[in-house]
Nanobody, 128 residues
């Protein structure tokens, strides 16, 4: 299982970015997936997540209405579309997956310890 996150960069406040997380060695249709971020000096926090079937989506309060998590099974890639970016969105963003067939297909997970596989992170910098 490998995850590769990319798409980060530097944007001005109000701008947008789309992060991608390409998976190999597994299918995103069989795992729960989450996007996390870690700002300098802060703990890693959940941004968005969905379960194996992606029916139900979770968004943290700070990004709800601005960020959208989605996936392309054919491309085996998960995305995080980020709109109206703010300086406080500056962080390294990570994608993560959890393979657990016991969990319900719509169950998502919001704690970092719930995930066993992590991408390397991609830096997003939002200037004011």
């Amino acid at each position: 299982v490998q995850l590769q996150a990319f798409g980060g960069g530097m944007v001005q406040a109000g701008g947008s970015l789309r992060l991608s997380c390409a998976g190999s060695g597994f299918s995103f249709s069989r795992v729960a997936t989450g996007w996390f971020r870690q700002a300098p000096g802060k703990e890693r926090e959940i941004v968005a997540a969905f379960g194996r079937h992606s029916f139900r989506k979770y968004y943290s309060e700070s990004v709800r209405g601005r960020f959208t998590i989605s996936r392309d099974i054919a491309a085996n890639t998960v995305y995080l579309q980020m709109l109206d970016l703010k300086p406080e969105d500056t962080a390294v963003y990570y994608c993560a997956t959890r393979s657990d067939s016991r969990a319900g297909a719509s169950t998502y997970f919001t704690q970092s310890y719930d995930y066993g596989y992590w991408g390397q992170g991609t830096l997003v910098t939002v200037s004011s």
